[in-house]
Nanobody, 123 residues
Framework: VQLQASGGGLVQAGGSLRLSCAASGRTFIRYVVGWFRQAPGKEREFVAAVHWAPNGAYYADSVKGRFTISRDNAKNTVHLQMTTLKPEDTAVYYC?????????????????WGQGTLVTVSS
């Protein structure tokens, strides 16, 4: 499975960005795609994940109400719509692919990762 993340960039605080993660190769209908982020000097942390089941979206408390994750199964693509961005959202954002059914907020559940896309939020 190959993952291609895109959509990062520089935005002012309060602005919006939309990240995309396109999956190719051997994909499965019943998988999870998660977004994690890693700021300089910090651990990679969970942001959001979407399960194959309807309404199967999960968010970190820090992004609830501001970020929305969605998936287009026909295109094997997952989007992360980020609004009301804050300087503390600045990080490299990675998408990951998992066949796990539990523990999907932990990076250890993910088998494949995209290359990351940088999001910079200026104050």
């Amino acid at each position: 499975v190959q993952l291609q993340a895109s959509g990062g960039g520089l935005v002012q605080a309060g602005g919006s960005l939309r990240l995309s993660c396109a999956a190719s190769g051997r994909t499965f209908i019943r998988y999870v795609v998660g977004w994690f982020r890693q700021a300089p000097g910090k651990e990679r942390e969970f942001v959001a994940a979407v399960h194959w089941a309807p309404n199967g979206a999960y968010y970190a408390d820090s992004v609830k109400g501001r970020f929305t994750i969605s998936r287009d199964n026909a295109k094997n693509t997952v989007h992360l719509q980020m609004t009301t961005l804050k300087p503390e959202d600045t990080a490299v954002y990675y998408c990951g692919y998992s066949r796990a059914r539990t523990g999907i907020t932990g990076k250890g559940a993910y088998e494949y990762w995209g290359q990351g896309t940088l999001v910079t939020v200026s104050s």
